[in-house]
């Protein structure tokens, strides 16, 4: 079984204090592990620099948690790219589905973004997933393969094997309602068939395909214990140091006890 990654999504919280406490809680929890797990960490922009400059020194990724589709110029608020890079950032999340509600973020953006990121060697994170009326009405196969196909199939192989897949079932995002590790075994399941369909077998195995959505201490193992589910985005669960080193901690047991 491959490596696990685990992601902190931190969305708009704590301040400069809070957010040097946690990433140092967390550096101190997780640095004598010998770990396997890949761990990323993506606070507000403001607490970029802290994170990038611990985890120069740590065994951890810093993240962004968005970037603008433009390069540069008269974009009032929008942070590139590029800042990211020249920050030594690594990973940036696009396309959550806060941002597509909240900020009517379309798939076309969302490709905008990830070609952004690619040129400047960032790894997007690239998030879809269903409404619950999709899920009730039984679209939600489809729903996922045309965010999928719309962010994601313009790239050309050697640009896709960069790029990282979050599914978030939107009806489980920050809601304490998980998608029970069948349901989330099966959509995994769906979108590395779309992978290999378009880009082949290996790359199919290869593309991390996370899971997101209320995912804790207490149910991490259990959905990391799918051999499609290649870790975790995590929201809430990402502010508690000691949950998330528990969620850490149950990737890397996933992947030993396989
Ligand atoms: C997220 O925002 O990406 C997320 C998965 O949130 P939560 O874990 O709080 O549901």
Known sequence: ????????????????????????????AIENFNLKTEVAICPPFPFLELVTDLA????????????????NGAYTGEVSAAM?????????????????????????VVARKVDKLIAEDLIPVVCCGEQLED???GRHFEVVEKQVKESLFHLAKND??????????????GTGETATPAQASEMHAFIRGLVE???GSEMAYNTYILY???CNAKNALE????????????GGASLKSADFVEIIEAAETSVSEN
């Open 160 to 173: 896709f094997e960069h790029v990282v897949i979050a599914y978030e079932p939107v009806w489980a995002i």
């Open 56 to 71: 120069d020194e740590s065994n951890f990724y810093a993240g962004a948690q968005n970037c603008s589709q433009y390069d």
């Open 197 to 199: 369909k378009k880009y």
């Open 223 to 234: 959905l990391f214990s799918s051999p499609d589910v290649d870790g975790g985005l995590i």
């Open 212 to 214: 997101g959505g209320s």
């Open 84 to 108: 990211l890079a020249s920050l030594g950032v690594n990973f940036c999340i696009v396309g959550h589905s806060e941002r597509r509600k909240l900020f009517n973020e379309s798939n076309e």
């Open 1 to 28: 079984m491959k490596t696990k990654l685990v992601i902190g999504n931190w969305k708009m919280n704590l301040d400069f204090g809070a957010a040097e406490d946690l990433a140092t809680s967390i550096q101190e």
């Open 135 to 137: 899920r009730k009405a």
